[in-house]
């Protein structure tokens, strides 16, 4: 069986949901060292001391460590992977709040929904330094193949995103490149909804679902882990949405 064992792993919105997620997994995949970043310092202290606390009661032997890195800022993240040396794998799951909506909204906001999940993975993955046998892995959505209305722009981004990590395989090869693409899953990136619309949402999304129920991140991490330890797997999207392409 493979393992991440003596591997080195930056997550790039390691603090939250799936991002966290993926970091646990990877300590328990025997990881030698899991760096998680993201844009609020805050976030990566408690974030940090939150995996420190899983790998004492699982005794677990792998590092953490966090770095603040907003990936918005492109001389931010040059400086950052001059900076952290070679990796083993890069796991990218920073998303900000999105920008939703169509008719009637501004283009240069409908173009900033690109930054973050689109133009900054592009930038990692022309700026990180990965070791022979390592990965990047970004992460994309449901949404490329069945937008809800009001989508369009994710809709483009994501599909996008899943073309960029087909060209990327091929201009970083032998390192490989990857995209995980999930349906609904209940992490903090709905935090930011009123409760009663959150819970009506995520009813309804669980609905419509051939399983009945959304994603969990625990799940949804496991697919990172398979594309970070499958040596023969590139330029590929795993799509994880409880059977949503079907329905
Ligand atoms: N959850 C879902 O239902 C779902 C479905 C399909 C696709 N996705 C996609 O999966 C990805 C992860 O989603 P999630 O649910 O895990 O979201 P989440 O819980 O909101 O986590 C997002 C992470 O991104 C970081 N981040 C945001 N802006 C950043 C920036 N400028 N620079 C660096 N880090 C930044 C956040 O930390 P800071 O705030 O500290 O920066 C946080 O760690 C997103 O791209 C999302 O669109 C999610």
């Known amino acids: 069986m493979t393992s991440l064992r003596d591997q080195t792993i930056l997550i790039i919105g390691g603090t939250s949901g799936i991002g966290y997620s993926v970091a646990e997994a990877s300590l328990h995949q025997q990881a030698a060292h899991v760096i998680v970043a993201s844009s609020t310092p805050e976030k990566v202290t408690k974030t940090v001391a939150r995996l420190e606390e899983t790998t004492t009661k699982n005794n677990l032997s792998g590092k953490v460590t966090g770095k603040t890195l907003d990936v918005s800022n492109s001389d ?3 400086k950052f992977f001059a900076e952290i040396g070679e990796l083993d794998h890069v796991v990218i799951t920073s998303g900000d709040k999105l920008k939703l909506g169509f008719k009637g909204v501004d283009l240069e906001t409908l ?40 989508w369009p722009i994710v809709a483009g981004l994501a599909g996008a995103a899943e073309s960029l990590v087909k060209g990327l395989a091929v201009d970083l090869a032998p390192v490989r490149v990857n995209l995980v693409a999930p349906g609904a899953v209940l992490t903090e990136l709905w935090d930011s909804l009123p409760t009663d619309l959150r819970e009506k949402l995520l009813q ?12 969990n991140p625990e799940e949804i991490a496991d697919a990172y882990i398979f594309l970070m330890k499958c040596g023969f797997i590139t330029g590929e999207t795993l799509h994880i949405n409880g059977g949503q392409t079907l329905v």
């Not at 999304?205 to 009945?212: F, G, H, N, P, T």
């Open 76 to 78: 931010q993240v040059k």
């Open 111 to 150: 173009k900033s929904a690109l930054d973050v999940r689109f133009w900054a993975a592009a930038l990692i993955a022309q700026q990180a330094r990965i070791k022979k046998g390592g990965s990047i892995t970004l992460t994309g959505g449901v949404a490329s193949i069945k937008p809800p209305p009001g």
């Open 204 to 215: 309804e999304s669980a609905d419509k679902l051939l399983v009945k129920r959304v994603g």
